[in-house]
């Protein structure tokens, strides 16, 4: 028997998935790797995190550097995939849509709650740029240190923020004895309404 439901609208079961990783998953439950391609269709992946997922809105959020390879490729092609999977629970979870910059004041407020080291770290790198050695990284960081020594709070830098990635597919996958695994496949039509299916494993 399957151990899946099969609601209408898959955000609040990706919302439930997410609390339970997060209550019994000890270590990083919000990693999530994300899929992007470029402009030649070359892909690339990496993990980040999963901030938060809008389940009346329909879009999840993660933050990173404008100037990084994941953002070229977003702004070439707007497309992203990402994953989530917990060995813990026997689940995984992968999220499909449309990624745009998250609005200024929702990065402002999230780049204000980070720790101020963090936050050094975002100003210092200049992320996915070649370096001669690790000791530039180190170097670029004291610099910044110095630079904001009597600032506070650290204003958010132009090159960092948020993206929405606005869902239009959601797949819930549970491991299965003898690898019967149960998939479950949403899919948002034009209109806002989702369809699912199952899927063989």
């Not at 609390?19 to 994300?34: G, I, Q, S, Y």
């Not at 060995?87 to 609005?103: F, I, K, M, T």
Request: hydrophobic fraction near 40%; proline fraction near 7%; glycine fraction near 6%.
């Amino acid at each position: 028997m399957p151990t899946l439901s099969r609601p209408g609208d898959p955000l609040p079961l990706a919302a439930s998935w997410l609390a339970d990783a997060e209550a019994r998953v000890p270590k990083n439950p919000w990693a999530m790797a994300l899929a992007t391609v470029s402009d030649e269709g070359r892909p690339s992946l990496r993990y980040v995190l999963l901030k938060s997922l809008s389940t009346d809105r329909g879009f999840a959020v993660f933050y990173t550097n404008y100037g990084s390879r994941k953002a070229a490729e977003l702004a070439t092609n707007g497309r992203a995939a990402g994953a989530l999977y917990w060995q813990e629970l026997g689940r995984q979870l992968r999220l499909e849509g449309r990624a745009e910059r998250s609005p200024e004041t929702e990065s402002d407020a999230y780049f204000a709650s980070r720790a101020r080291l963090s936050q050094l770290n975002a100003w210092a790198s200049e992320q996915s740029q070649p370096m001669p050695s690790l000791a530039t990284m180190s170097a670029q960081f004291e610099a910044r240190r110095a630079e904001f020594a009597g600032s506070n709070p650290i204003p958010r830098p132009r090159h960092w923020g948020g993206y929405r990635l606005h869902l239009d597919a959601i797949e819930f996958w549970v491991e299965g004895a003898d690898r019967f695994h149960e998939r479950l496949r949403y899919e948002r039509s034009h209109d806002g309404t989702w369809s699912s299916v199952w899927l063989q494993p």
